[in-house]
Each structure stands twice: as C-alpha cells, then as structure tokens.
C-alpha cells in the first residue's frame, strides 16, 4: 500500500513540474503581451494627449499593473522630485523590476530599449521608435505563442511519462 501511496504521489509530482513549466510558459506571454500594452499606452499618450514621458509613465502606473506600476512610479518620483536622469533611473528599475520574472534576455531588452525612445526630442520621432518596439514585442509574442502550444503538450507529456516510469522502477 506504501508503495502504491509513493507511486501516485511521485506521478502527481512529475505532473506538477510539468504544470509549473507551462505556467512559467504562459506567464512569459502575458507579460509579453502587458509590456505591449504599456508601449500602445504610452504611444496613445505622447502622440495624442502631448504628455511628456514621465506624465504618461504616471497615467499608466495609475492603471497599477505590477511590475511595471510602482516602477513607474519610482521612475516619476527619482526623475520629477529629485532631478536624477531619466535613463539610468529607467535602467536602475526596470532591471530590479524585471529580475524575477521569468522573460528571456532577449525578451527583457525589450523593456531596456525604451530608453532609446526618449533621444528624440518630438513627439512623432518618439512615437516612431515605439513602433518599432510594438512591432518586436507582437513578433516576439507571436512565436512565444506557437512555441508554447508545441512545447506545452510536449513538456506535460514528458512529465507524466517519467512519473510512470519512476514509479515502475519504484514497484
């Protein structure tokens, strides 16, 4: 009876596993898919409403989208109260903010790039470059997208075959 108690659990753990890697999977997507939010927000807000950077940082932190809100908010604070450069404090937190998250590299440097936006002086130029980052961030949600699909049958498939198969060994 012990054994077979081990057994099912040692499956269910497999299984979980796999779980955890999907989730993390569809985690990734949804961040991805937040980050292009944030750029189609902040375009909307340079573009049409004339805000400055740092006002439309503060309008989307109203939204209180974690990670990004209470960076954005810091971001406002350090660059409008205390005067610090907008780019190294935009680097400063959005590396302490995206630390834990489980975005690849190159996904992360989507929200690093940002910063080369804020070179160009108008708004349209400003704009301009967001497209460009809207157009990587779709493009990398897209195979994200197909990769997921693919690599999350095959990861939960995996998990519970090698569930059944420590649990053979353990019989």
Not at 40 to 61: H, M, P
Not at 134 to 143: G, H, K, P, T, Y
């Amino acid at each position: 009876m012990e054994k077979l108690i081990g057994c099912a659990l040692v499956l269910a753990g497999c299984t979980g596993f796999a779980g955890s890697l999907c989730r993390e999977r569809q985690e990734r997507v949804r961040m991805l898919k937040q980050i292009r939010g944030i750029y189609e927000d902040l375009k909307y807000y340079i573009s049409y409403q004339r805000a400055t950077v740092l006002e439309a940082l503060l309008k989307i932190a109203g939204k209180g989208e974690e990670p990004f809100a209470g960076a954005f908010r810091e971001i406002y604070r350090r660059v409008w109260e205390e005067g610090e450069n907008l780019l190294l404090v935009w680097q400063q937190q959005m590396e302490s903010g995206l630390g834990a998250t489980p975005l690849s590299p190159r996904e992360k440097k989507l929200v690093y790039d940002f910063s080369a936006c804020l070179g160009y002086m108008e708004e349209n130029a400003q704009a301009g470059a967001l497209d460009e980052l809207l157009r990587e961030a779709a493009s990398c949600i897209e195979e994200l997208e197909r990769e997921r699909k693919n690599k999350n049958k095959m990861t939960m498939s995996l998990g519970i075959a090698a569930g059944v198969l420590i649990s053979i060994l353990l019989l």
